[in-house]
Nanobody, 123 residues
């Protein structure tokens, strides 16, 4: 499966952005999906994960209550709605897919990656 992330940009603290991840070349509903992010000088970390149907989600503690992950299997697309953004959310955000159907938190389970989209939050 090929993944294409979009929707990043520059936003002021407290603002919102919606990221999208378009999938092609595979059966989208056969994959668990996730968003990861990587800030300069830091390791890539999980933001949120979602199971194949969208019925189960997992969030990093740092984004709980502010971010919402979702997917539309009919449109082969995953989303990340980011509200109440903070400067510490600044990072390149990546979408990823795993052949496991559940909401997976281990980065090493993800075999397919999009190219990343930059999110910058100014204070």
């Amino acid at each position: 499966v090929q993944l294409q992330a979009s929707g990043g940009g520059l936003v002021q603290a407290g603002g919102s952005l919606r990221l999208s991840c378009a999938a092609s070349g595979g059966t989208f509903s056969s994959y668990g999906m996730a968003w990861f992010r990587q800030a300069p000088g830091k390791e890539r970390e999980l933001v949120a994960a979602i199971n194949w149907s969208g019925s189960s989600t997992v969030y990093a503690d740092s984004v709980k209550g502010r971010f919402t992950i979702s997917r539309d299997n009919a449109k082969n697309t995953m989303f990340l709605q980011m509200n109440s953004l903070k400067p510490e959310d600044t990072a390149v955000h990546y979408c990823a897919a795993t052949r496991r159907l559940v909401a997976v938190t281990n980065i090493y389970d993800y075999s397919f990656w999009g190219q990343g989209t930059q999110v910058t939050v100014s204070s």
